[in-house]
Nanobody, 113 residues
Framework: QVQLVQSRGGLVQPGGSLRLSCAAS????????MSWYRQAPGEERELVAG???????NYADSVKGRFTISRDNMKKTVYLQMNSLKPEDTAVYYC???????WGQGTQVTVSS
């Protein structure tokens, strides 16, 4: 089955950390770029970070130095390590594969004290 299954998010205090994962199935994961997007209430979905099939990465300015995207091709999984979280990072996070424009189910991340 072709799908992306994301891990659960959660509630994190400002300054805290959280790692999201996204497991792929049904396609040749290693051949495709992967990305993380997020959508806050009332806002458009925005690109957070991307990683190419070769491992090159890019980040939104708002998360540079705090978030790290990585991939494990053996596990067919892409990760988003989020450190120094801020309340403005609160959003639903989605993983995305360039294979057929596939989206994960989304996971809520809330940063609040």
């Amino acid at each position: 089955q072709v799908q992306l299954v994301q891990s659960r998010g959660g509630l994190v205090q400002p300054g805290g950390s959280l790692r999201l994962s996204c497991a792929a199935s049904g396609f040749t994961f290693s051949s495709y770029a992967m990305s993380w997007y997020r959508q806050a209430p009332g806002e458009e979905r925005e690109l957070v970070a991307g990683i190419s099939s070769g491992g090159s990465t890019n980040y939104a300015d708002s998360v540079k130095g705090r978030f790290t995207i990585s991939r494990d091709n053996m596990k067919k999984t892409v990760y988003l390590q989020m450190n120094s979280l801020k309340p403005e990072d609160t959003a639903v996070y989605y993983c995305y594969a360039t294979f057929r424009g596939l989206w994960g189910q989304g996971t809520q991340v809330t940063v609040s004290s």
